[in-house]
């Protein structure tokens, strides 16, 4: 139950990004929801890939660089889900920074004090 309402909220949070972001459109709730679902498997299969083959450029640059591995998994999903477009590598990395920025601000809204 818990991951359906994490899906929905980040549909939610790619549907406001997107009327505030100017290269970022979706077409509606129901294309944020595909985006969201393959947004959440993209990062439970590519994105572990994507961190070992570029582990040594991550330690370089001091984790930095996985905020362009995030942008590549957007561009991936704008790749695959019609409906969802990003416009660049730029727009991407803003993208997946304020996206990460909104779900753990919304995420937190979830957690049960125990």
């Not at 359906?4 to 939610?12: G, S």
């Not at 595909?34 to 991550?58: E, H, N």
Request: hydrophobic share 70%; proline share 3%.
């Amino acid at each position: 139950m818990n991951t359906i309402i994490k899906i929905l909220l980040t549909a939610v949070a790619v549907i406001v990004l997107s009327k505030f972001l100017p290269g970022v459109t979706v077409d509606g709730f129901v294309t944020a929801i595909i985006v969201a679902v393959v947004l959440a498997l993209l990062k439970f299969i590519v994105r572990p890939i994507l961190v070992i083959l570029t582990l040594p450029v991550t330690i370089v640059t001091f984790g930095l660089f996985l905020f362009v591995i995030n942008a590549i998994i957007i561009l991936i999903a704008d790749y695959f889900v019609g409906g969802f477009s990003v416009s660049g590598v730029w727009i991407a990395l803003l993208f997946s920074i304020l996206l990460s920025i909104f779900q753990s601000i919304l995420f937190s809204l979830l957690k049960d004090d125990k």
